[in-house]
């Protein structure tokens, strides 16, 4: 069942989407919103360039049962042509599940136990072309992972090593989000099956093994309300256009290009319909940013020296405002010119 490979790069990809980790199926729910690409797209094989694509997604596919298992099976067994595996949900900690397990995907034929998702990962991660931890749960944890959880549950970096590399030579790619933005997954598998292809150079990742174009912004920074920051001028609720750091938004320090792309076809983003950031891309999401709601820490601080300064620049900015703000006075009906222009005199 292998596929070929030409001489620049694969020609046919199978993705193993895995999303029996801890969550709520809300990425995978999340990704048939996005057109740039949509999933539809990449699947019919519209967009040039891509090799083909078989998606394997328990609530995309029609197949059930054995039938459905059957591409992660041969993958295991080293029988599947190039993969990239996607990982949706946090690893649970087996080594702490008592005589139970946390969560698992089919059973072995041999002893028909569940086989866990970390049985999957280890025999499916090394092999594949490539690996992407898709949502904030299977990135750093999320939810599952806050403290006080039974589970012990974990990122997928966290489990395979942040020094991981696939059979591709790529680290794990995270893509986080609570959910996931949809636009930013499908381009970050664009790029990666791409560069499968031979038609892409290496995926650039930060720190956090996040793309460093989608990542490498604050919220702030593309934020609708980022200018009535700037003059000092702040929501007291969540019925105010202005800016929302004093009714708890995390914005300055959080890295996510939602208020820029917006959520669906550019329209949304959190700040610029209304809601607060909580810091749902973050590696310390959610105790870091809890309680919710109330103001984060350093907000005062600099809210206070903004009320300070941004009222002075407001003050300015008024007196260019009320100038600029009307015509020039030479724009007028009479007989005589007033600009001040004189035409150059001929001589006699």
Known sequence: MG?????SGVDEVHILWISEGLSCDGDTVSVTAANLPSIED??????????????????????????YLRAFRDAAKGELGPFVLVVEGSIPNENI?????WTSMGNDLETGEPITVNTWLDQLAHQAWGVVAIGTCATYGGIHAMAGNPTGCMGLADYLGWDFRSAGGLPIVNVPGCPV?????????LWLLHQAAGLAPTIPLDEQLRPTWLFGKTVHEGCDRAAYYEQGDFAGDYNSPKCQVKVGCWGPVVNCNVTKRGWMDGVGGCPNVGGICIGC????????????MDEPPGATLSSNLMKIYGPFVRTLRSFTNASVNKEPTWHHNRERLTTGYEPARVGR
């Open 42 to 67: 990449v699947v019919l094989g519209a967009v040039p360039g891509l090799p083909k694509v078989h998606l394997h997604n328990k609530v995309l596919a029609y197949e059930t049962g054995e039938d």
């Open 281 to 292: 891309t973050m590696p310390g999401f959610p105790d870091k940013f809890m309680p919710f």
């Open 3 to 7: 596929s070929e490979a030409t001489a």
């Open 97 to 101: 599940n008592g005589e139970g397990y």
């Open 181 to 189: 933005q949809p636009d930013n997954f499908m381009e970050t598998l």
